[in-house]
């Protein structure tokens, strides 16, 4: 019933800029928090960046001050700036969700499919 589809990803050098979107699609009563994970080649998957629906935002610390994340609730959509990036940073990026359908139901976890970061010089 929901579809989060993620786009922005590519090839990048060191010291560039990237710009990820995710936009959610389908029957949607509101939308919680949203999410950025990433997984690099043979790692876990871990959080790289989250925000509220009021927009407070968190950051893992190997991304403060370099990612920003954001949102526009109008368009269902979360972003994630990636700027002065690192080899490091490599890795499909994976937006996610908590997603109601109607007033006072559960809370649904939606995943993307994921977009491909490729940080090399």
């Known amino acids: 019933q929901v579809q989060l589809v993620e786009s922005g990803g590519g090839l990048v050098q060191p010291g560039g800029s990237l710009g990820l979107s995710c936009t959610a699609s389908g029957r949607i009563f509101s939308i919680n928090d949203m999410y950025w994970y990433r997984q690099a080649p043979g790692k876990q998957r871990e959080l790289v960046a989250a925000?509220?629906?009021?927009?407070?935002?968190n950051y893992a610390a190997s991304v403060k001050g370099r990612f920003t994340i954001s949102r526009d609730n109008a368009k269902n959509t979360v972003y994630l700036q990636m700027n002065s990036l690192k080899p490091e940073d490599t890795a499909v990026y994976y937006c996610?969700?908590?997603?109601?359908?109607?007033?006072?139901?559960?809370?649904?976890?939606?995943w993307g499919q994921g977009t491909r970061v490729t940080v090399s010089s």
């Open positions: 925000i509220t629906s009021g927009g407070s935002t």
């Open positions: 996610n969700a908590h997603v109601r359908l109607y007033q006072g139901s559960y809370e649904y976890n939606y």
